[in-house]
């Protein structure tokens, strides 16, 4: 019926990028809920966001596809789209075999604001050490009750 092999090659060896994908986001998760440091959570952020930007990245991959091209043929303004009679619109064919950009583009909107997420959470982080002392969660919890008692 199933052999091993072909079972682990299958289950395994071809899903082997989201199986890593769930190992970060796990290890993301975990620094944000499990640590007390802020810094060692807003890694874990990191890590986590990073995580999920790889699986849509992934996702967005098309087997023997290339990108797609904007030919000038398909130009309803173009002068070659004047010579040749008009615009012409791409068959099924011709579709199958460009990849999606759409996934990768919003992942690199999604970088940008991780960038500048992060950048604003460490500013927030070093003014909290400026102001308190530390950047320890019990600490911190510690500190705020005894200013407003």
């Known amino acids: 019926m199933f052999e091993l092999g072909d079972l682990l090659n299958d289950l395994f060896l071809e899903r082997l990028n989201y199986l890593i994908y769930v190992v970060l986001l796990m290890i993301g998760l975990h620094a944000m809920i ?3 440091n802020l810094i060692k959570k807003l890694i874990g952020m990191s890590i986590f966001q990073t995580a999920i ?3 849509y990245v992934s996702i967005g991959v098309k ?3 290339t990108i ?3 030919l000038p043929e398909h130009d309803p303004h173009g002068e070659s789209a ?3 009679g008009g615009p012409e619109a791409l068959n099924a064919t011709e579709v199958e075999g460009y990849a999606n950009p759409l996934p ?4 690199l909107t999604a970088i940008v604001v991780g960038v500048a997420t992060l950048g604003l959470a460490l500013a927030l982080t070093q003014r909290i050490y400026q102001g308190y002392g530390t950047i320890e969660e019990d600490q911190l ?3 705020l009750e005894r200013v407003d008692a």
């Open 34 to 36: 499990a640590k007390n």
């Open 53 to 55: 930007i790889l699986f």
């Open 63 to 65: 087997a023997d596809a």
């Open 68 to 70: 797609p091209i904007y």
């Open 82 to 84: 004047e010579k040749a």
């Open 104 to 107: 990768h583009v919003l992942m």
């Open 141 to 143: 919890l510690v500190k």
